[in-house]
């Protein structure tokens, strides 16, 4: 069965300062890898994604996110927070060998405090 | 830049009434999916659909819950006797193509029922 773990349900951060929000995932087989946030009252927007390729994943708004199959991670992280990135986020994995749907973390509250 | 749609924002009803959760997809993409987020909780998958028939289903996806394409923009959710655990925020989500992974979801109907 799928799953994904996301252990800080609160990370706090001062502006300007580099982020992280952990995820780790189990699957049977090959994952793809995805970073979601939602802002209040909006639905989720996708930052980025692990199919293939490079480790390391570029997404919308400076977010990157690096693959790690042998711990089997996939951190998000920003050299620069801004207030403006307070926000939850949601990793999700799909098994590439198991169906479409996704299957959702937690989600992490980020706060950047100004 | 084209988005997922969803109608109406809010909707309460009364336990035992049915409801249909409406979605506009994005125009050229083929893959439509439901997930719920109860509040507080993580968001799960529903439903899948793809060439006009559920290709996957959750557990959570009983009788009460049907999906339709009416037409070739529209796509429902419906539930035919809510309860109160029904309550939540639904998204809906598309994708374009088999080669093309990420799903992009809309801002989400919340569903209050009483």
């Known amino acids: 069965a799928q799953s994904v773990a996301q252990p800080e349900d609160q990370v706090n951060v001062a502006e300007g300062n580099p982020l992280t929000v952990k995820c780790t995932y189990s699957v049977s087989g090959n994952p793809y890898l995805f970073w979601y946030v939602q802002y209040p009252n909006r639905g989720l927007q996708f930052l980025l994604k692990?199919?293939?390729?490079?480790?390391l994943v570029k997404g919308s708004y400076g977010f990157e996110a690096e693959f790690n199959k042998s711990q089997t991670s996939f951190h998000l992280k920003k050299p620069s927070a801004l207030v403006s990135d307070s926000a939850l986020y949601f990793c999700a994995v799909r098994d590439k060998n198991y169906g479409q749907n996704f299957v959702f973390g937690p989600g992490t509250r980020l706060s950047v405090l100004p | 830049e084209p988005e997922v749609t969803q109608t109406p924002s809010h909707q309460v009803t009364q336990m035992g009434q049915e409801v249909i959760l409406r979605c506009v997809p994005i125009s050229n993409h083929l893959y439509f999916y439901w997930y719920r987020q109860i509040l507080g909780q993580k968001v799960e998958f529903l439903v899948s659909f793809y060439n006009n028939e559920i290709s996957e289903k959750s557990e959570i996806f009983d009788d009460q819950f049907s999906v339709e394409r009416p037409d070739g923009s529209n796509f429902t959710l419906k539930i035919r006797s809510t309860k109160l655990e029904d309550s939540a925020m639904y998204f809906c989500?598309?994708?374009?193509?088999?080669?093309?992974?990420?799903?992009?979801f809309g801002p989400g109907t919340r569903l209050l029922v009483l």
């Open positions: 989500a598309s994708r374009r193509q088999p080669n093309q992974e990420t799903q992009y």
């Open positions: 692990y199919i293939t390729g490079d480790n």
